[in-house]
């Protein structure tokens, strides 16, 4: 069964360091897998994806993600942390098996609420 | 840039009521999700509509729910008979058929008293 977990309910980090927001992932095939952020009365709002191509994929605000294949992880980082980017983060994942009954359904996290402090 | 939108923002009403909950995705995407919040809990999904069709529905998604497309614009979800239990933050999200990520509306919270 797909599933995602992400290890720590919180993250807390000062300004200008790096931070890093870590995941990790179960699917039955090659998965594709997504960050979103959440802010306050908003909704889930992209950060980046990983399909396949280069491990390292960038996406907004500065956001990076590392895919690791032996590891199924999927861990956010971002070399500076801004006050601005404190907010809910999470982690999905969705099976690549077209064939299935899978058809774009992402599976969740439980969310990472990242604080970054002045 | 595009969003999409969801009415209302906050929906309260007593159990054995129905309630149906509106989206309007972006404009030009092709595939449509709900997914629910229970307060605490994982964003769970609940049904895939495509071309007019449920393409997926979840365990969740029982005989209680339905989903239409009325008028080639809004994706509602309909909840028949409303529980306590389906108190929950409801996401509408839409996709292009280009690409894989999922947009999402800023949520609908359901209070069932």
């Known amino acids: 069964a797909q599933s995602v977990a992400q290890p720590e309910d919180q993250v807390n980090v000062a300004e200008g360091n790096p931070l890093t927001v870590k995941c990790t992932y179960s699917?039955?095939?090659?998965?594709?897998l997504f960050w979103y952020v959440q802010y306050p009365n908003r909704g889930l709002q992209f950060l980046l994806k990983?399909?396949?191509?280069?491990?390292l994929v960038k996406g907004s605000y500065g956001f990076e993600a590392e895919f690791n294949k032996s590891q199924t992880s999927f861990h956010l980082k971002k070399p500076s942390a801004l006050v601005s980017d404190s907010a809910l983060y999470f982690c999905?994942?969705?099976?690549?098996?077209?064939?299935?009954?899978?058809?774009?359904?992402?599976?969740f996290g439980r969310g990472t609420q990242l604080t970054v402090w002045p | 840039e595009p969003e999409v939108t969801q009415t209302p923002s906050h929906q309260v009403t007593q159990m054995g009521q129905e309630v149906i909950l509106r989206c309007v995705p972006i404009?030009?995407?092709?595939?449509f999700y709900w997914y629910r919040q229970i307060l605490g809990q994982k964003v769970e999904f609940l049904v895939s509509?495509?071309?007019?069709?449920?393409?997926?529905k979840s365990e969740i998604f029982d005989d209680q729910f339905s989903v239409e497309r009325p008028d080639g614009s809004n994706f509602t979800l309909k909840i028949r008979s409303t529980k306590l239990e389906d108190s929950a933050m409801y996401f509408c999200?839409?996709?292009?058929?280009?690409?894989?990520?999922?947009?999402f509306g800023p949520g609908t919270r359901l209070t069932v008293t």
């Open positions: 509509f495509y071309n007019n069709e449920i393409s997926e």
């Open positions: 404009s030009n995407h092709l595939y």
């Open positions: 999905a994942v969705r099976d690549k098996n077209l064939g299935g009954s899978t058809l774009g359904r992402l599976y």
């Open positions: 999200a839409s996709r292009p058929g280009s690409s894989y990520e999922q947009y």
């Open positions: 699917v039955s095939g090659n998965p594709y």
């Open positions: 990983y399909i396949t191509g280069d491990n």
